[in-house]
Nanobody
Framework: QVQLVESGGGLVQDGGSLRLSCAASGSIFSISAVGWYRQAPGKQRELVAAITTGGNSNYADSVKGRFTISREYAKNTVYLQMNSLKPEDTAVYYC????????????WGQGTQVTVSS
């Protein structure tokens, strides 16, 4: 079992920045990748960024060049640095972990709200 706790959401103006944190606990040795998803009202949940234990990362086209995913092993934490935020980035952001052998993300955090005002 992996437990994930997100933090760092909030209200920011158009063009501003936020850094989200995802702290993992429990069976962290079983994690093969960590991703950040978001879901806006009335829209489907989308994968924003992900990073593997090998350090490979990928991003949704909508956030490339603005968002950066990183990890800090000593703190069992994955970060999502979000720069040049736009109102369309407004959503609940979720951290998710994928276990070795799983094709899907199977551990989820509770989510943190990010609101970008115009």
């Amino acid at each position: 079992q992996v437990q994930l706790v997100e933090s760092g959401g909030g209200l920011v103006q158009d063009g501003g920045s936020l850094r989200l944190s995802c702290a993992a606990s429990g069976s962290i040795f079983s994690i093969s990748a960590v991703g950040w998803y978001r879901q806006a009202p009335g829209k489907q949940r989308e994968l924003v960024a992900a990073i593997t234990t090998g350090g490979n990362s990928n991003y949704a086209d909508s956030v490339k060049g603005r968002f950066t995913i990183s990890r800090e092993y000593a703190k069992n934490t994955v970060y999502l640095q979000m720069n040049s935020l736009k109102p369309e980035d407004t959503a609940v952001y979720y951290c998710a972990a994928k276990s070795y052998g799983s094709s899907e993300y199977n551990s989820w955090g509770q989510g943190t709200q990010v609101t970008v005002s115009s």
